[in-house]
T-cell receptor
Framework: DTGVSQDPRHKITKRGQNVTFRCDPISEHNRLYWYRQTLGQGPEFLTYFQNEAQLEKSRLLSDRFSAERPKGSFSTLEIQRTEQGDSAMYLC??????????????FGSGTRLTVV | SQKIEQNSEALNIQEGKTATLTCNYTNYSPAYLQWYRQDPGRGPVFLLLIRENEKEKRKERLKVTFDTTLKQSLFHITASQPADSATYLCALDIGNTGFQKLVFGTGTRLLVSP
């Protein structure tokens, strides 16, 4: 396993277009998370999955955002009708769900979205 | 209101010295507190995790303390090296059972000069 993979690394899109990002987590991990990070800020939670079930969504995740994890493996994050304020780094992470270990989250390198 | 505060100013230290970074929080009751390292243009990398019932955790040159009364964590890097230069993020795990949602501070940039 080579860690958490995200694709693409960079995406430039015009305002109003739809974009989709993909995340491949570590296969042994059953939890998958999406975060968004803007310059000079820490990552902000968007949503997380346990296997294929989406268990929590942030209020930051407007109706234009949708995330899926159809078979409990990879996940996609789609943004419809992109706005300039959506420009950010979108980070995916995965982890175990039980409490009896000292491992944190494993993050991918992120997808840098620029809306022009 | 809920806040996580890390020193927004960069911390400059000389190689070989101990770096100490601070994370203070208000109005949270985290099950865990985690520290991450982030390099420019990369995702955060997990360093250490400490539970609410633990006072101290060590890993090689790293040490973290957690005081739930003061609502503060301290992160120490001993014998610092220029390769330790990065932004360090404090994160609170605030779900009821852990590993649900991390809330991050804004990070502190550490610069270690030779």
């Amino acid at each position: 396993d080579t860690g958490v993979s995200q694709d693409p690394r960079h995406k430039i899109t015009k305002r109003g277009q739809n974009v989709t990002f993909r995340c491949d987590p570590i296969s042994e991990h059953n939890r998958l998370y999406w975060y968004r990070q803007t310059l000079g800020q820490g990552p902000e939670f968007l949503t997380y999955f346990q296997n294929e079930a989406q268990l929590e969504k942030s209020r930051l995740l407007s109706d234009r955002f949708s995330a899926e994890r159809p078979k409990g493996s990879f996940s996609t994050l789609e943004i419809q009708r992109t706005e300039q304020g959506d420009s950010a780094m979108y980070l995916c992470a995965s982890s175990y769900s039980d409490r009896g270990h000292d491992y944190g989250y494993t993050f991918g390198s992120g997808t840098r979205l620029t809306v022009v | 209101s809920q806040k996580i505060e890390q020193n927004s100013e960069a911390l400059n230290i000389q190689e070989g010295k101990t770096a100490t970074l601070t994370c203070n929080y208000t109005n949270y009751s985290p099950a865990y507190l985690q520290w991450y390292r982030q390099d420019p243009g990369r995702g955060p990398v997990f360093l250490l995790l400490i539970r609410e019932n633990e006072k101290e955790k060590r890993k090689e040159r790293l040490k973290v303390t957690f005081d739930t009364t003061l609502k503060q964590s301290l992160f120490h890097i001993t014998a610092s090296q220029p390769a330790d230069s990065a932004t360090y993020l404090c994160a609170l795990d605030i779900g009821n059972t852990g590993f649900q949602k991390l809330v991050f501070g804004t990070g502190t940039r550490l610069l270690v000069s030779p």
